[in-house]
């Protein structure tokens, strides 16, 4: 029974540190929406994909959304 608790207890921990991660890291991106897009651009260059590069803000406005609506 005490396994059962101590189990679940670690899950939340888990839980919360996972969210706290997704939170700092869509605040990082919400205040440098510039900085991730040039980031895009990298990505976007390095996998041969430079066809997307004009929708590189739209990616980086994305994914900071995305990140936030995680919690």
Do not use: Q
């Not at 899950?11 to 990082?28: E, K, M, N, P, Y």
């Not at 991730?36 to 406005?61: H, Q, R, W």
Request: with cysteine.
């Amino acid at each position: 029974m005490r396994n059962k608790r101590s189990f679940k207890i670690a899950a939340h921990v888990c839980r919360i540190v996972l969210a706290c991660t997704f939170v700092l890291s869509g605040f990082t991106k919400a205040i440098d929406p510039w900085g991730t897009a040039l980031k895009v651009d990298e990505y976007l260059t390095i996998y041969g994909l430079e066809a997307l590069l004009p929708a590189s803000m739209l990616f980086s406005i994305w994914l900071c959304g995305a990140e936030l609506m995680k919690v």
